[in-house]
């Protein structure tokens, strides 16, 4: 279970996602944003739906967002949520992350594990990261086509001025609220909405989530909306 919606593996971008060996494509949850801060709700409650779908043990791979007091409470309440047996910090150094860990350290039902992280692993700066994130929007929303739809449309400020912004990122999500496609609005019409966005079936949409971030389909750049 990929919990990272900035540089996951398994989803693209602003998702996080479960990927069961033997069991056809992934599950998708939106969070609607690359980063964790002001979006702590959707991603502990993606990784509790996508846990309740996983079969057997998982393994649960958080952000590497780990200082500050959003990152300390991100974690601390995705691990109530997930109830792990072990939790495997790896560390850069040396009680690196005991501000996390310490809410849990004297718990019986939690085992703590701390490993030092490979020295082969190479520390992404931040241009490294958003040409990654750009490269992965490019390759979901390749191909995209114009789809009218007219499902419930929800998510930040669906109510407000800003809710039929251009480009604002969007996702398509199917009767149980996992992710069938991720688009780009491209308006809100009297009748539905209009979106760019990969190829799927339409009778599979049940609503329309409004992401914070525009994007643009063919440079995979992605910015904040305006407040």
């Given at each position: 279970?990929?919990?990272?919606?900035?540089?996951?593996?398994?989803?693209?971008?602003?998702?996080?996602?479960?990927?069961?060996?033997?069991?056809?494509?992934?599950?998708?949850?939106?969070?609607?944003?690359?980063?964790?801060?002001?979006?702590?709700?959707?991603?502990?409650?993606?990784?509790?739906?996508?846990?309740?779908r996983?079969?057997?043990?998982?393994?649960?791979?958080?952000?590497?967002?780990?200082?500050?007091?959003?990152?300390?409470e991100?974690?601390?309440?995705?691990?109530?949520?997930?109830?792990?047996?072990?939790?495997?910090?790896?560390?850069?150094t040396?009680?690196?992350?005991?501000?996390?860990?310490?809410?849990?350290?004297?718990?019986r039902?939690?085992?703590?594990?701390?490993?030092?992280?490979?020295?082969?692993?190479?520390?992404?700066?931040?241009?490294?990261?958003?040409?990654?994130?750009?490269?992965?929007?490019?390759e979901?929303?390749?191909?995209?086509?114009?789809h009218?739809?007219?499902p419930?449309?929800?998510?930040?400020?669906?109510?407000?001025?800003?809710?039929?912004?251009?480009?604002?990122?969007?996702?398509i999500?199917?009767?149980?609220?996992?992710?069938?496609?991720?688009?780009?609005?491209?308006?809100?019409?009297?009748?539905?909405?209009?979106?760019?966005?990969?190829?799927?079936?339409a009778?599979?949409?049940?609503s329309?989530?409004?992401?914070?971030?525009?994007?643009?389909?063919?440079?995979?750049?992605?910015?904040p909306?305006?407040?």
């Open positions: 279970l990929d919990a990272d919606p900035g540089q996951g593996s398994i989803g693209p971008p602003a998702t996080i996602g479960l990927r069961v060996p033997g069991q056809g494509p992934p599950l998708l949850r939106f969070v609607g944003a690359v980063s964790p801060p002001g979006h702590l709700l959707p991603m502990v409650a993606g990784i509790r739906r996508l846990l309740d996983s079969a057997g043990r998982t393994v649960v791979d958080t952000p590497g967002w780990t200082t500050g007091t959003g990152a300390l991100m974690h601390e309440h995705a691990i109530e949520v997930v109830r792990p047996c072990v939790v495997v910090g790896l560390e850069r040396p009680g690196e992350l005991d501000p996390a860990l310490a809410p849990f350290l004297r718990r039902d939690i085992q703590i594990v701390r490993l030092p992280a490979s020295p082969d692993v190479r520390r992404r700066t931040p241009s490294m990261r958003q040409a990654r994130r750009e490269e992965r929007f490019r979901h929303l390749a191909g995209s086509v114009v009218r739809l007219a419930p449309i929800h998510g930040p400020a669906a109510g407000g001025p800003a809710a039929g912004e251009p480009g604002r990122l969007v996702a999500l199917g009767g149980e609220g996992f992710v069938v496609a991720l688009g780009v609005l491209l308006e809100i019409e009297p009748e539905g909405v209009a979106v760019a966005a990969p190829p799927f079936e009778s599979t949409a049940a329309v989530r409004l992401g914070s971030l525009r994007v643009d389909p063919a440079t995979g750049e992605s910015l909306l305006r407040p």
